[in-house]
């Protein structure tokens, strides 16, 4: 027998009704404006300008699944006291003046977010022990130059062995490189750090916890050994930022390798102006390698410091074209 359907079968979700949905969105003025100093599942730490504890928050619904990032200047909304069980809203993420990106290899079209926000990019390499790995520091020297961050290398361990060869190996490239074994004075890198936002990258194993609470001396990063085949443990998890004077230090965790897929030989070379000038008068779909790929690369006509710096990038543009893994 057929059934008879009357408005009492007619279900309606509650809070839904025909209330029509809009794009608007609250101004919120009243918003706080900090730094996000920390990250984890789904909430952020951030300090608020003037102050020196950091607020809990979570991320507004309006805001959807935009990326937050240590770094980052926000807006927060709510109860902002930082008292104990306390959970404010971001509700603005300010435009980042810097962004150090990375993919998980060449091949992942997917971007990670390292740090936003950072004036420099401290690459942390050990001289030995583990041993030094130039396919990582050039990958991330790619990545501070098109992610408008300057960076410098920090040698350690150099207390094992002698600094000098590896570091010439970037000479050309006027990149700042310091030696901060654990016998070396800490006071030169802390001038570099101090009133600047500083993110520190380096593989595990190299000493960048031990360099942190250095620098930070009531940082307590978690330091490790290095195994028998030359790999540190890994002892920071997540990006963390921590006052120094007038600034920050931003420790990020310890990575294996360093994918580009983001990025091409044109933007590398762009990051130089009298190299970006000269490859205007390369040919069509150049690689910038020189002979035999790009027998007509207009890189080999620049002489003298110019000449040197081509030579020197193009050392950055072969580790850029390379797959291999940099533990």
Known sequence: MARSWDESDIRVRPGRGTRPRTKDRPAHEDAEFGMVVTKDRGRWGVVLDGRTDAVVTMRARELGRTPIEVGDRVGVVGDTSGQPGTLSRIVKLEERTSVLRRTADDTDPYERIVVANAGQLLIVCAVADPPPRSGFVERSLIA??????????????????????????????????????????????????????????????????????????????????????????????????????????????????FGLAHVDADTVVGVFGDLAEAVENCPRGCTHMGPPADPECALDELEGASGRRATAVRGLLAALRTNEDWE
Request: proline share 6%.
């Open 144 to 257: 501070a130059f098109v992610g408008n961050i300057r960076p410098i290398i920090c040698l350690t361990k150099s207390d094992l062995a002698d600094p000098s060869e590896f570091a010439a190996e970037f000479a050309d490239l006027d990149v700042q490189v310091i030696v901060c074994g654990v016998e070396d004075p800490i006071e030169p890198l802390m001038e570099l750090v101090e009133g600047q936002v500083t993110a520190l990258i380096g593989h595990s194993g190299v000493g960048k916890s031990t360099l942190v609470n250095r620098i930070v001396p009531d940082a307590h990063r978690e330091t490790g050994v290095v195994s028998g085949v030359g790999k540190g443990r890994h002892t920071s998890t997540q990006s963390v930022a921590l006052p120094v004077k007038d600034g920050w230090i931003i420790d990020t965790p310890g990575i294996r390798s």
